[in-house]
């Protein structure tokens, strides 16, 4: 019998020995997803500091003055805000048949339309380049 639970005691060891090593292996792969979702975090705050600082140029910078030209189909928001800043800001000049929008010093046409009225219909062109 005493050969027989020396036997038991050396497999129970045994098994402790694999079932702590089991463990190590499982600790060591924690550790390691650890260390990857915290450079996944440190990745993540620096995009979001990136975006911080971009939406912190974007809302408190100026807008520049825009050049003469033809309004795109498919503006940034900045170029859309840009255009419709300067349509409310600007010098405009309307007369029957168009309507032309000038730069801050009233100078240069940035973009104009023509429209037409033909005493039932008012119609408005696209704007175009000045």
Same mark, same amino acid.
């Given at each position: 019998t005493s050969l027989t639970e020396i036997n038991?005691?050396?497999? +129970?060891?045994a098994t402790s020995l694999s079932e702590i090593?089991?463990?190590?292996a499982s600790l060591s792969t924690i550790v390691s997803e650890i260390d990857l979702t915290q450079a996944t975090l440190s990745t993540v705050i620096s995009e979001i500091d990136l975006v911080q600082a971009s939406l912190s140029?974007?809302?408190s910078g100026k807008i520049a003055e825009m050049a003469q030209?033809?309004?795109t189909s498919t503006p940034t928001?900045?170029?859309? %805000?840009?255009?419709?800043y300067r349509k409310f800001r600007n010098k405009q000049e309307t %007369?029957? %048949?168009?309507?032309?929008?000038?730069d801050d010093a009233g100078v240069t046409v940035l973009f104009q339309? %023509?429209? +037409?009225?033909?005493?039932?219909t008012f119609t408005k062109g696209k704007y175009v380049s000045g």
């Open positions: 038991l005691v050396q497999a +129970s060891i090593n089991l463990v190590q140029t974007i809302v030209g033809l309004p928001l900045i170029e859309a %805000t840009n255009y419709l %007369t029957a %048949t168009d309507n032309k929008i000038y339309e %023509t429209h +037409s009225d033909d005493g039932t």
